[in-house]
């Protein structure tokens, strides 16, 4: 006989069917939740836009003779504002990813009926499966290329939402502007009528401007508009000293360049408070992306015990136990302090610039992190099967992972009473997918036909070994040679170290 054994396609057809579901209620929490942020969003931002348009600012008389500038100002301010309200709709770009997320489910299901057809051909084969281990072989790439559009989808959906909560913030901002711009003008009104009645009386005019200045935050006042305040400040004390009659006509001028300062301050302040807030907010969004509940992933053993009910694991602790990528994490944290220290300083743009690359970074992380998880999985389960079948056949066997850690793979140990011992010493799958497997076998008995009955029972598990050398140089078995024998040749499935005979 000759060519591939049917139980090689089962094999590549089974492996990684439990991995890759392993991953999959994580893309859904991912994609349900951006969908309900674009949602949420979409109505406080409508709800917002009905308030705005609700408003209305009239200018009185008195206003407008008293404080011509101030007035104009505030209602051009009001105005500009509210048409800086408009509506927003996220429904197109929801729909958008649900055509996608649509597409992708098609096209799994299409792969699983075509997993199903290579099943199907080779039903009654045992030998010359060569074509369908091919067509096998193409259909894990397109499993692969799934498990990257599913990815890549919900990036896209995690960055339109955190968009969407930037944009929310800006209209709690605006809507925040408006209201304030109506309760300056409320005081000016209050102002005028007031200012009515100094236009007579000096000495209560001079305590107006008084209060007016001290009602102004100096600190805040010195943070943003040193020059402006230090200028006004001294207006004001020349005001003070005025006679009375001077006073009493210069009250109002003096009283509109105190509102129109604290009118530019306020607009200072609230555009620092913005740029604050989005700089939090996109730093936040990075600490809500490590966290499990939006990101997990699972120990391959506990996922394969209790599947979804396995203890979630966020992204960090995740690659820090699991993986080799310890630079990686070390990006990320430094990069949260990064943006942390800017945000202390008060940098927001930087802030926020960081933040976006750490979700870049944080992005790159999971979906390593999810490949990887599926391979250590597969490992498991590979593992599992190896121990199963050495059981079958007669050995007391124990499974233990390499240095304590299941990222180093598994050694497979077996003895039976004859006195063969088979190790196992490295069940590992790297991060391209390749299945490695490295055994020690010292022998008491009939090595060679005890071989072939182990690898016929392991290709029942879709585990394929063609080759075992002795460290000596002899051969233990070498299923490449029969089918050579029989006018066949292949590329070998596995490599595995020389045995010790």
Not at 189 to 201: D, I, T, Y
Not at 462 to 469: A, P, T
Request: hydrophobic share 30%; with cysteine.
């Amino acid at each position: 006989m000759s060519g591939r054994k049917s139980t090689e396609v089962n094999g590549l057809l089974a492996r990684g069917k439990d991995a890759r579901n392993a991953g999959n209620a994580n893309y859904l929490k991912n994609i349900s939740t951006a969908e309900e942020i674009l949602r949420t969003n979409q109505k406080k931002i409508s709800e917002i836009n009905s308030r705005i348009a609700g408003q209305k600012l009239e200018i009185s008389k008195v206003c407008l003779s008293e404080f011509p500038k101030e007035a104009k100002q505030l209602k051009n301010q009001f105005d500009s504002l509210c048409k800086s309200s408009r509506p927003v709709n996220y429904e197109k770009a929801i729909d958008t990813f649900q055509k996608k997320q649509q597409k992708l489910e098609l096209d799994l299901r299409k792969a699983d009926e075509e997993a199903e057809r290579i099943r199907e051909r080779i039903r009654n084969k045992d030998w010359y499966c060569d074509e369908e281990y091919q067509d096998a072989n193409k259909l894990l790439q397109t499993y692969k290329q799934i498990a990257m559009e599913k990815n890549s989808l919900v990036t896209e959906m995690n960055q339109r939402a955190q968009l969407s909560n930037k944009e929310l913030i800006q209209y709690q901002n605006l809507e925040k502007q408006i209201s304030q711009v109506c309760s300056a003008y409320k005081q000016l009104e209050e102002r005028a009528n007031r200012l009515a009645e100094l236009h007579k009386r000096a000495s209560e005019a001079r305590d107006y401007i008084h209060k007016a200045m001290g009602n102004i935050d100096s600190d805040l006042a010195e943070k943003f508009l040193g020059n402006e305040y230090k200028e006004l400040r001294q207006k004001c004390a020349a005001f003070e000293s005025l006679s009375e009659e001077e006073i009493t006509k210069r009250v109002a001028a003096m009283s509109e360049q105190i509102g129109l300062f604290k009118n530019h301050l306020d607009i200072c302040y609230e555009k620092f408070l913005e740029n604050k807030e989005k700089a939090e907010e996109a730093i936040r969004g990075n600490r809500q992306l490590l966290k499990p509940e939006n990101n997990f992933f699972y120990d391959p053993v506990d996922y394969a015990k209790n599947k979804e009910g396995a203890r979630k694991i966020e992204l960090l602790e995740y690659l820090a136990d699991f993986s080799e990528k310890q630079e990686m994490i070390g990006r990320i944290q430094s990069g949260l302090r990064q943006a942390e220290e800017h945000l202390q300083a008060e940098r927001f743009d930087e802030a926020e610039k960081q933040a976006q690359q750490n979700q870049d970074l944080i992005r790159q992380a999971a979906e390593y992190a999810s490949m990887h998880q599926e391979h250590l999985i597969e490992n498991f389960y590979v593992a599992k099967d190896i121990r199963s079948v050495m059981r079958q056949m007669g050995f007391e066997t124990g499974a233990f992972k390499i240095n304590g850690s299941v990222k180093n793979g598994w050694k497979i140990s077996a003895k039976n009473p004859g006195g063969d011992v088979i190790d196992f010493t490295q069940v590992f799958i790297d991060d391209s997918g390749e299945v490695k497997i490295d055994i020690d076998h010292q022998t008491q008995g009939n090595c060679p036909s005890k071989w072939e009955d182990i690898c016929k029972a392991l290709d029942d598990k879709g585990i394929y070994i063609e080759k075992v050398d002795m460290i000596n140089g002899g051969n233990v078995l070498n299923r490449r040679e029969q089918k050579k024998d029989s006018g066949y040749q292949e590329t070998e499935a596995f490599q595995t170290q020389p045995s010790h005979g």
